[in-house]
Structures are given as structure tokens and as C-alpha cells.
């Protein structure tokens, strides 16, 4: 994420490096340089929340309820392995 920003505001900023906003003080280059970048991190962070939440559940429980699926299927798996194991001890 530090990268993405560091390379935004190095894009977003390259008219304050060209010089094209030469005669003005240089807290306002920078903000002409960082606004377009805070506007899109703002953005990006609403469409991040609005994707996470669209069903009412954080991010963090839909990935212990995908685990625990996935445990399932996994102890599933491993007790029908371990009833062919006991078929082939018997047989």
C-alpha cells in the first residue's frame, strides 16, 4: 500500500516537478501535487468498505467462516481416506 502511494503522489505530482506551477509557494504545489492522490485514496477506502460490508459482515469474519468451511471438506476428506484404509485392512 506505501508503494501504490509513493508512486501516486510521484505521478500526481510531476507538474509541481516539470515547473509548471513555478511562481506559486511551495505548500501549494504540494497540495495541487496531493489532492488528486487523496481524492482517489478516498474514494478507494469508500469502495473498499462498501465491497467489505455489502452483506453485513467484516472482512475478517468472512475469512473464519471460509476457514472453517474449508476444514470441513478438508476433515471429510481425510475421514473417507481413513474408512478406505480400514476396507483394505479388513479385505
Known sequence: MKAWILVGLALFSAPVLAGKEAGKPFLEQIFVAAFPLVIFLVVFWLIMRAMTFKNG???NTQLLESNL???KELKRIADYVETLKTK???D
Do not use: Q
Open 57 to 59: 459482515k467484516n472482512i
Open 88 to 90: 483394505d485392512k479388513d
Open 69 to 71: 468451511e474449508i476444514a
